[in-house]
């Protein structure tokens, strides 16, 4: 046995392992620097947190006024899903120098997209289930989705990872959200003039979210960041 | 979107005909009198041949008379016992209404509450996702046993009951009172199925029952957590839930007694929260209802008193 297993005391007795750097395997391409520091990442976090607390409360009251059972149910899960993704972000923020009571934190980016949210709240009525499932199906879930994949991209991958992997999680279910929201959607609109008030109502609820600057506020320079 | 909605604003599909609530009320705090209940039974005739009215529940009326929900409400469900099936569908359908008023319920405690304390909103989202299950579960075994959602009319009635606007006493009334009453009539279920080798139904239920144990468990917690340090606000909530109790055993049908149709499920109710005190006070209130004797009495003149007004319909003037 002449190959060294543990380095001794003086430079010819190294061991005879290979070398590696700590990022050779895998190869990891990750680079340091993203663009929120600390204090900006757990801004975001209490937008995400405000966008999925009032989503989850807002479907609690509508179980109760839409007459298609199937909504209703489903409705239920997506409710539960919404909870868990804001309870997730809550926790990051003592994480992120929020302090230890930061879990309950929620904060709207700014007056217009906490308005908006009011307007996806506001239909009441058994006959409005299409104008209630637009506000959150088609409108602010996906741009809850756009959002957050734009900061899992952009934030520090290395240093921030603990925010991409709760955004992983959110994203995938977001997404089956979506996918389940706009199947019912499509299936209720059967009618051009049905199809007509989905688009309507999406197209003003959509300008809205805009002229607000969506859920962070920032939508603008979020969407020049990727051009 | 307002905070706070009538019973009567719970919305439905065109499957579901709604009952008056009047009737379940007036059932529920019957005197142990047997002309009394006779009386209140004919002076809801009219309303209750009209609920029934293209129901599956119209067979029932038409062999019992308008007192028929006492014969499906007070006997033990018993797989040997005449009309079995249907009154298991019954059951089942009432059990699949009261799943969605629960969901309702519970969903509904979030949109209400908005500043209630982020663990109780998180445990009413849970329960928002366990109710729609239970949806989909006796819907299902609704089809499983040959009946349909809509067959028979729905009542309000729990939803109504258990539905305060106060957070301590919705609690109380939902998720101690109704979600309790859950386990007494799940416990019930599953010894049924057992009875008759139903495995599906039997382990459906079974882990519906172990949900809702969750659920009253919320409840006994957060009765506590939203009257501490007011012991007034505290025994309100207790009267409260005592009352939902008592308008839920159904003049005795839910109780302990030995001839209660649906015994309490005091073990399950242990285990979720309650204290022996709480459930020999249960016990009690709900014991209050008239006895089976008066109304089995008061049954058999109503059917015979039916009969004789159908049959006189019928007779040539
Ligand atoms: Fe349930
Ligand atoms: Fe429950």
Redesign the interface.
Known sequence: MSERMYPGMSPDERTTFAPYSAFDIPADLRQLHGRYDVASVAKRVRNFRYAEEWMMMIMGGWVATVPEVPVKTGIGKVIWEGAQAADEFGKRLPELRCGRKAVEASEASNDGFASFVQAVAEPETPDLTIEKLVGIFDVLKPHMVEIYETTMRETDQISDAPTIEILETVVRKTRRHIAWGQEVLDRLCDTEALRERRRARADELSERLAASGGVTGTLASDRGQLN | ??RF?EPN?????SRFIRQDNAMATVLASMPDDVDAIVAAFEQFSPMIEESVRGTAAEELFEAYGPAFTLVVLNEPLDPDSAAATMRLILRMHGIFVGE?QA??G???????F?DA??EF??N???Q??????H??IF?KLLEHLGGH?GMFPESTFLFEAACSDDPAMRVAGVNRGLEGLACDVFRDMIRYAEKTGDEVMQQAVDYVLADEITHVRFGSEWVKEFTKGDPEHLKKTQDFRREVDKQFSFGGSRSDREDAAIPIAWEDRKEAGFSEEELKDLAAVSAEGPSKETLTQAAQILRDRFHAKRSGEGAPS
């Open positions: 979107m307002k909605i604003e719970l919305a439905r599909d969605l969901l309702e519970a969903a509904r405690s979030l949109w209400d908005p304390p982020w909103k998180m009413m989202a849970r928002c996702w366990d109710e729609g299950r949806v989909q819907e959602v």
